[in-house]
């Protein structure tokens, strides 16, 4: 069997602190990294478990916020009367509600 050379560039605290857990096992990190090799052929798999990350609460309601944003929902008020109109009533107002109460309230008219 022909052997090749793999080259990785890895943190250096990182590899001295694999080797020695590797050393405790009785193992190089060639070893290692062979044994890692074999089972990623023999299974078509990491053979290690990669998990994505979890947003937490704080994180998936900004989310939330940026979609509802995204699909023409804006959670904001045109001024701060109107904010603190809604808060009074407690009631949420959106932009677009808040546009058809100034055009119904007699705004300043485009001809005069």
Request: with cysteine; glycine share 6%; proline share 3%.
């Amino acid at each position: 069997m022909m052997e090749t050379y793999v080259r990785a560039r890895i943190d250096t605290d990182l590899k001295d602190a694999a080797t020695a857990v590797l050393k405790d096992c009785g193992l190089t990190v060639s070893a290692a990294f062979r044994i890692f090799l074999s089972e990623v052929v023999a299974t078509k798999a990491m053979p290690i478990e990669i998990k994505a990350h979890t947003p937490n609460a704080r994180l998936r309601a900004a989310i939330e916020e940026a979609d509802a944003l995204a699909a023409g929902k804006p959670d904001h008020f045109n001024s701060v009367e109107s904010m603190m109109e809604s808060l009074k009533v407690g009631k949420k107002t959106t932009i677009e509600s808040q546009d058809q109460g100034e055009s119904s309230e007699g705004g300043a008219s485009s001809g005069d």
